[in-house]
């Protein structure tokens, strides 16, 4: 059983579109972190929220923390193709819990 | 330049027959862990260790053994490999903020066939 759902679990769509991933639990995180797999190699973090009703925006990318602490969101504003990849959230109490990651596929 | 590096990248083995896949990072950091990824599952850990010689299951530890006995280095050792151990293997570093977090650099992978 997945601490923490992702949905969707797939999504593609067209360069310039708008897209937003999703992260939920039932469990409390003290905070949450974003990470983006790309083929080949290992994930690399993205942002790391911690406050309950956080907004963080990495240039096209907006993250935000559930005010419970329980859920994510991270929403990508005029997609590219190089922001393919899978997207994966993960928990942090005493260690790390990972979602099972959206694979997300933009088209040019 | 920081970074994870980790060999091979690349192995096909034999039921059974011992392996072991290296870990090793430069960044001074004092945890250590090792997943597995598999389609539908995300990122499962197998063991961490918080400092040299100070290790601990993760969620996934059997079949598996790790050691500590420096603090760059962190194998992940395979005693007797099945082919349920068919994954992508992942080892990160992390250090620890004053507010908790682990903030974790994971190396490139390592795709593991057990035939």
């Known amino acids: 059983t997945q601490l923490l759902e992702q949905s969707p679990q797939f999504l593609s769509i067209q360069e310039g579109e708008n897209l937003t991933v999703y992260c939920n639990s039932s469990?409390?995180?003290?905070?949450l972190q974003w990470y983006r797999q790309e083929p080949g190699e290992g994930p690399v973090l993205l942002v790391t929220?911690?406050?309950?009703?956080e907004v963080k925006k990495l240039k096209r990318l907006t993250f935000q923390f559930g005010d419970a602490r329980k859920d994510s969101s991270l929403h990508i504003t005029a997609a590219q193709p190089g922001d393919t990849g899978l997207y994966l959230c993960a928990g942090a109490e005493y260690k790390l819990s990972f979602g099972a990651g959206t694979t997300v596929t933009v088209r040019a | 330049e920081a970074q994870v590096t980790q060999n091979p990248r690349y192995l096909i083995t034999v039921t059974g027959k011992k392996l072991t896949v290296t870990c090793s990072q430069n960044?001074?950091?004092?945890?250590m862990s090792w997943y597995r990824q598999d389609p539908g599952l995300g990122l499962r850990q197998i063991y961490y260790s918080m400092n040299v010689e100070v290790t601990d299951k993760g969620d996934v530890p059997e079949g598996y053994k790790v050691s500590r006995k420096e603090k760059r280095n962190f194998p992940l050792i395979l005693e007797s490999p099945s082919p349920n151990q068919t994954s992508l293997y992942f080892c990160?570093?992390?250090?620890?903020?004053?507010?908790?977090?682990?903030?974790?650099?994971f190396g490139p992978g390592t795709r593991l066939t057990v035939t």
């Open positions: 469990s409390v995180f003290s905070s």
């Open positions: 960044m001074n950091h004092e945890y």
């Open positions: 929220v911690v406050t309950g009703g």
């Open positions: 990160a570093s992390s250090f620890l903020r004053t507010s908790g977090m682990y903030e974790q650099y």
